[in-house]
């Protein structure tokens, strides 16, 4: 761990290069050689062994190579997390909007696991499930190897209830609570999904709280846990979910403009601890 990120690893592939510095720039076009040739001065890249290597170290089909992702350039999210529990084998946590859960892209240390492996100093904390970087509320992380599947398998048999809330127009024709149920497939573009005929693989109960003006407060029960099931649910009834900038439609990039976040919030998530065999509930402290 460095800083509150572990390293990244890459088994090298079948290929011809002179050496590790050619095969690095071409694998990596957007790092440049100057780049690479740092990382590697301050031994930074390392083989499966922790041997040092150097640009001109033998490319080999199969070896593992071990490195740390950098940026140049990193937005800072100035918006908190707050630990709503921990213990010795779990952490919940209460993310804010635009918080990604894990590097990855544009973002290394400002990443909630990054932030909280270095505030509790836990290199083995890992997420137990995901929130999108555009959704706030509660999150579970696993603190011991030991105990991480019987928390994951929870999520696997459906045994956790989740509790969201969001805020979209008024849905009119319907009596609530409803449940809504579609065929969620990946869309033409690798972070969109999309609704398409068939068996339905994606269930989500949908009530409303109050009304506010032309929008309701929604409460929303995922049965199905498909990538931004949520927000594809709602706009697919016509009420995209406030400041959605994917669904119905690609909005342009808002680059680091955080001033409008996506109006939906995981409120609540309950389950029978495997461990103990406790109830367990855990509720968002923030607000739409």
């Known amino acids: 761990m460095r ?16 050496d590790m510095l050619a095969f690095l720039i071409a694998r990596y076009p957007q790092i440049s050689a100057a780049q690479w040739l740092d990382r590697m001065a301050r031994g930074e890249v390392v083989n499966g062994d922790g041997a040092v290597l150097g640009p001109e170290s033998a490319y ?3 070896m593992r190579i071990f490195y740390y992702r950098e940026l140049e350039r ?9 630990i709503l529990f921990q213990d010795e084998h779990l952490v919940v946590v209460d993310k804010p909007h635009f918080l990604p859960m894990t590097p990855g892209g544009r973002f290394v240390q400002e990443t909630l696991l990054t932030r909280l492996k270095k505030k509790l100093d836990c290199t083995a904390l890992t997420p137990i499930h995901r929130l999108d970087r555009e959704t706030a509320g509660v999150v579970l992380f696993s603190r011991q190897l030991s105990s991480r599947g019987a928390y994951q398998s929870l999520f696997q048999r459906r045994e956790v209830r989740k509790t969201y809330e969001a805020l979209a127009p008024r849905l009119e024709g319907r009596d609530f609570p409803f449940t809504y149920r579609s065929r969620m497939v990946e869309g033409e573009l690798f972070f969109l ?17 109050e ?21 594809v649910h709602l706009a697919a009834l016509g009420i995209p979910i406030v400041n959605d900038a994917f669904y119905p439609v690609i909005l342009p990039c808002k680059e680091d403009d955080m001033s409008q976040p ?21 509720e968002s402290r923030r607000s739409l």
């Open 262 to 282: 996506l109006l939906l919030l995981a409120r609540a998530i309950d389950f029978t601890d495997p461990l103990t065999g406790e109830l367990r509930h855990f």
């Open 193 to 209: 999904m999309r609704e398409e005929a068939g068996e339905p693989n994606s269930e989500t109960v949908i009530d409303v709280i």
């Open 60 to 62: 080999r089909r199969g």
């Open 3 to 18: 800083d509150g990120v572990a390293p990244s690893y890459l088994w090298l592939p079948e290929g011809q290069w002179p």
């Open 74 to 82: 990193e937005t800072p999210i100035p918006f908190q997390e707050e």
């Open 211 to 231: 009304q506010r003006g032309d929008l309701n407060l929604y409460r929303l029960h995922p049965h199905t846990g498909r990538k931004h099931q949520l927000r």
